[in-house]
């Protein structure tokens, strides 16, 4: 048994440092998920559609959501664990969510990283990370595979 927690340890760690040197080498660090984050929601509070629904969700505790989102950016980058929450449960019952506000989010998260990125690799691994993210959201969200059930299309 031992044998096999540590080997899962080890196993792990190894994740986390091919993980980290992937990073490292498109110029990717801690700072600049704190730079990300916190320039992309400084953004989306400004939006004039995505600002309202997130600040309806959020206000007074903004600081809390800025420090879970690090925490999600760094697990996603650095795949350290940082982050522990359950993002579809987290965006069910939001007033306001929409599946159209997903392409928004995108333009807008695209737009930050054109602007502060630190290579061009970044911006696409951070983008493709995004719409990977969008897609699953909006699929859990509000898709219904009832809708697409041949048998109840009309011709």
């Known amino acids: 048994m031992d044998n096999d927690l540590q080997g899962r340890a080890a196993h792990l760690a190894g994740i986390r440092e091919r993980a980290e040197a992937e990073m490292a080498g498109m110029g990717i660090d801690a700072a600049f998920i704190d730079r990300l984050v916190d320039t992309f929601y400084g953004r989306v509070q400004k939006h004039p559609r995505l600002g309202p629904v997130f600040d309806g969700r959020l206000a007074g505790r903004w600081p809390d959501h800025m420090e879970k989102m690090k925490r999600f950016w760094s697990s996603v980058a650095f ?38 990125a630190p290579s061009e690799q970044a911006r696409d691994w951070f983008m493709a990370t995004a719409e990977r993210i969008a897609k699953s959201l909006t699929l859990s969200l509000f898709y219904n595979p009832a809708l697409d059930d041949p048998a109840k299309k009309t011709v």
Do not use: C, R
């Open 79 to 116: 795949k350290n664990g940082a982050y522990g929450g359950k993002p579809v449960q987290a965006h069910l019952g939001v007033e306001g969510m929409a599946a159209d506000l997903f392409p928004e989010w995108l333009a807008l998260f695209s737009q930050t990283l054109t602007d502060i």
